[in-house]
DNA sequence: TTCTTTCATCGTTAATTTGCGATAAGCAAT
DNA sequence: ATTGCTTATCGCAAATTAACGATGAAAGAA
């Protein structure tokens, strides 16, 4: 297509998308998982509970930590992982949100 | 990377992926919007709401309808979009679910 | 200092996505 | 039958994504 038209849209569609596609992976939700089942993890540990190389693993947290829904802090030579509080707060508000504009019309569709 | 790998990640993490993909592009969220606010569409009113060529907007239902968040009736010579009740329920537990998985943690990061 | 560990980034390859115009297919008229 | 409208699909170009190995950079241990 040559140009992506993310512009045309209002910034709450945007704001959406973007955190729709940083879910839009197996595994960056299965990141989330382990994050939200353990709450700080070493990134190596999560290379180990992964099924992808250690680069692969590094670039799926970068763009949750770009969408704001994960926080990585440095620690010596390591690196410790957790979810971001207000990253998934404001996911629970647009989320929310989306699914309340829903519930009026999606119980009763009769085309 | 050359094959990916979906599927070794289990089949909810999958489900949960392929459901955001959907919703990772400020078209396809806007698509839903407007089937939200007047809940049956036909195709022709949509791509004129849409500032992308009719084309564009009928690959975008195709992959809503493909996650099954959208569904479409022939009528006559138009087509008739709406919301998918059964599809948005299973949205909504996916979703409910992973926010709920998180809820415990996402307060208490302390790395 | 030198080595080792840990992680991020670079460069590459393959696949997928986005977008459009053009074409086909279906239906309802004329 | 032919025409006109509406939508889906095809084919293409450009952009983005997924994945990996290899290479850096930073910190701690030897």
Redesign the pocket.
């Given at each position: 297509?040559?140009?992506?038209?993310?512009q045309?849209f209002d910034a709450e569609a945007q704001e959406l998308a973007a955190l729709a596609?940083a879910l839009?992976?197996?595994?960056?939700v299965a990141i989330v998982r382990l994050l939200a089942r353990r709450q700080a993890w070493?990134?190596?540990?999560?290379?180990l509970a992964l099924?992808?190389?250690?680069?692969?693993?590094?670039?799926?947290?970068?763009?949750l930590?770009a969408a704001g829904l994960v926080q990585?802090e440095?620690?010596?030579?390591?690196?410790?992982?957790c979810l971001s509080p207000t990253g998934w707060a404001r996911a629970r508000q647009l989320l929310g949100g989306l699914l309340a504009e829903l519930l009026a019309t999606a119980a009763s569709c009769g085309c």
């Open positions: 297509m040559a140009i992506h038209k993310h045309e596609k839009a992976h197996p595994a960056r070493v990134c190596g540990d999560l290379v099924p992808l190389s250690q680069s692969t693993v590094s670039q799926h947290l970068k763009e930590k990585g440095v620690d010596g030579p390591r690196v410790c992982y």
